[in-house]
């Protein structure tokens, strides 16, 4: 089995869209037997769940995550420990240990706010229009 974290520096990102890293953790019989960061290479929202979902990844763990990603890691098979912060090697541990405290409703804060707040650049997730429906940020 194996589980994602969304990684920088040792702790877990906390926006899965433009996460550049994942830490990937083998486990077998309840144990990690081994670990490494893999680039994204820039992939966005959807083809993130596709990438993980080519690595055989069973469980993602994340900070905040929008309505579309989460679709599409469910449509993947793929379970969602969302609203994690802090140690990626401590989360991971907790969630073998059935003691990781997650967000069961978790939601990306950034597609919560109008896009026209200054300073603010859909360009990079394809908001184009400011109709997000194309990825499911729910505005």
Do not use: R, W
Request: proline share 1%; hydrophobic share 30%; with cysteine.
């Amino acid at each position: 089995m194996k589980i994602a974290v969304t990684y920088e520096n040792g702790q877990i990102f906390q926006h899965f869209g433009h996460t550049e890293q994942f830490k990937i953790y083998t486990v077998e019989h309840g144990e990690v037997v081994s670990s490494e960061v893999v680039d994204t290479n820039g992939s966005g929202h959807g083809a993130l769940a596709g990438f993980l979902a080519e690595q055989n990844v069973y469980a993602l763990i994340c900070g905040g995550i929008g309505g579309g990603a989460q679709m599409a890691l469910a449509s993947a098979g793929i379970q969602l420990y969302g609203g994690v912060s802090g140690s990626c090697d401590e989360a991971v541990n907790a969630l073998l240990a059935n003691k990781l405290n997650f967000d069961p409703e978790v939601k990306c804060d950034h597609h919560d706010h109008e896009h026209s707040e200054e300073g603010h650049d859909c360009g990079s997730h394809g908001c184009g229009s400011h109709n997000c429906g194309n990825h499911g940020c729910g505005n």
